[in-house]
């Protein structure tokens, strides 16, 4: 099987190139195994070489990278060491990511000699589909997930801040095995609830509060995401009727969720169950996103306009529709599913009746 840096140069050809800089740190990651943060380096792949540039502050990493492709330089300027570099290995064209910073682009072009030309997702598109490595990883992360709600619903109780809730599911997470969080744990209870995007306050949770807790969490590079709703004793009648409308959203949209299907399509199986029940109004992002090494990976999204996403084999993504009520509440129920050609595989594996903390 072809190494992701051999089915990267296998490109080269149709995108008229013969090397490509890679900057992003995850995608640096992706192609060598090497964690590099992005600005602490960069990675030449040309038709013949591998080289990771980067300082003396990971000499003795580098020292323990086992790769029979990539080879380490050391420098003080990685921009220029690439210059000299590409012209020692007579690279005339090289493509870039086009997420490079204009400072760092200025820079590059003022100092190359190679003809640049920018690329969007080249990496990003390989990261899409994930080996069955990546899948178990994902998977390892989702379960682990799934361990940390069932912690928080046996611990919870009215008169915690959102804010504590948050932390003790941190420190839960990360005594388990977890490396840290892919984004800020949202805990929204009340009519915080009402905000998609919330962020984990010092309201205190009330009897009779619905909350919501969306969180990610890295288990051996990879990340899952996951969101549960769940409830403080008795909550609004109308809330519930909301839960359960959510809840057949997610499975429609689960069940339909196939290699080759259209995004917006795929995204419609859900949303006019809403729209049918009168909240066509309350469900204002799209159904969902992809998932890996970063916790928003291709598709970024799928939605009503995503007309031109069409979902592959072994892409993994989230479905997580929602329905946020002003001054009452919300609710929204995520899962990680990886796509297949036929019955999809749902890794999360908590389950989404909602549940009841007396």
């Known amino acids: 099987m072809a190494s992701r840096i051999e089915r990267l140069r296998r490109r080269f050809k149709d995108m008229y ?5 890679v900057t992003n740190g995850d995608n640096i990651k992706y192609l060598t ?5 992005t600005g602490d380096g960069l990675l030449l792949v ?3 070489q591998s080289v990771l540039i980067t300082d003396q502050r990971y000499q003795l990493a ?45 820079l590059l072009d003022e100092i190359m000699v190679a003809d640049l030309v920018p690329f969007e997702n080249v990496i990003g598109g390989m990261r899409a589909v994930k080996d069955q490595q990546e899948i178990a990883a994902l998977e390892r992360s989702a379960t682990l997930m799934s361990k940390g709600y069932q912690y928080v619903l046996e611990n919870v109780h009215v008169g915690m801040t959102e804010r504590t809730v948050a932390n003790q599911l941190d420190f839960w997470m990360k005594e388990h095995g977890a490396s840290g969080g892919s984004f800020s744990t949202i805990v ?8 998609p995007h919330a962020t984990a306050s010092d309201k205190v949770i009330a009897d009779g509060d619905i909350v919501i807790l969306d969180f990610g969490y890295f288990v ?26 959510v809840n057949n959203a997610r499975q429609a949209v689960i069940e339909h969720a196939k290699a080759g299907i259209n995004g917006a399509t795929l995204d419609q199986v859900g949303r006019s169950l809403i729209e049918e029940a ?29 007309k031109n996403v069409h979902l592959q084999a072994n892409q993994v993504i989230t479905v997580e529709p929602g329905i946020y009520i002003p001054e009452l509440g919300g609710v929204r129920i995520e899962d990680d599913v990886v796509v297949t050609h036929g019955e999809p595989q749902v890794i999360t594996i908590a389950s989404t009746d909602l549940q009841i903390i007396d």
């Open 278 to 306: 009168g909240y066509d109004d309350e469900f204002n992002h799209g159904m969902g996103h992809g998932i890996g090494l970063a916790v928003h990976e291709l598709p970024a999204t799928y939605g009503p306009a995503t």
């Open 188 to 195: 929204a209870s009340g009519v915080n609830a009402a905000k």
């Open 62 to 106: 580098l020292e323990e990278l086992d790769s029979n492709e990539v080879v380490g330089l050391l420098t003080g300027d990685y921009y220029q060491s690439l210059n000299e570099l590409c012209q020692g290995l007579q690279v005339t064209v090289m493509g870039f990511e086009d997420t490079l910073t204009y400072h760092d682009y200025d």
């Open 17 to 21: 190139i013969d090397a490509f800089l």
């Open 46 to 48: 040309t038709e013949q």
């Open 220 to 245: 051996n590079g990879y990340t899952a995401d996951m969101t549960r709703t769940f409830a403080m004793g008795s909550i609004d009648p109308e809330l519930r009727d909301v839960y359960q409308i």
């Open 33 to 37: 195994g090497f964690s590099l943060p």
